[in-house]
């Protein structure tokens, strides 16, 4: 199964997702309530993404036409968490 996490440890909160962005778990620490929870919830579902997404393009190849693309500006957050073996 292939998916990705993100975490926002200053606000209390985790996800991870599959390709596409499907939620598979969100966790919420006491720090998590506040005005910002749904933005921080977004944009870390945003960067798990974009890591789930590069992972599933690297083992199965390019995923584009089923909007699996790597948001450009996330790109640099994949890059830290792909493997060394996996660079090209």
């Known amino acids: 199964m292939i998916s990705a996490q993100a975490h926002d440890?200053?606000?209390g909160?985790?996800?991870e997702v599959g390709p596409g962005g499907a939620l598979?778990?969100?966790t919420l620490d006491s720090r998590a309530?506040?005005?910002h929870l749904a933005r921080t919830i977004l944009s870390l579902v945003d960067?798990?993404?974009a890591r789930?997404?590069?992972?599933a393009?690297?083992?199965l190849g390019d995923l584009t036409e089923l909007g699996l693309a790597v948001d450009a500006r996330l790109s640099e957050t994949v890059e830290d968490t792909t493997p060394?073996?996996?660079r090209v």
Do not use: C, E, I, K
Not at 52 to 55: C, E, G, H, K, L
């Open 47 to 49: 960067t798990a993404t």
């Open 84 to 86: 060394t073996t996996w």
């Open 52 to 55: 789930a997404n590069s992972r």
């Open 33 to 35: 309530m506040g005005p």
């Open 57 to 59: 393009a690297h083992a």
């Open 9 to 11: 440890p200053d606000r």
């Open 24 to 26: 598979r778990d969100l």
């Open 13 to 15: 909160v985790a996800v």
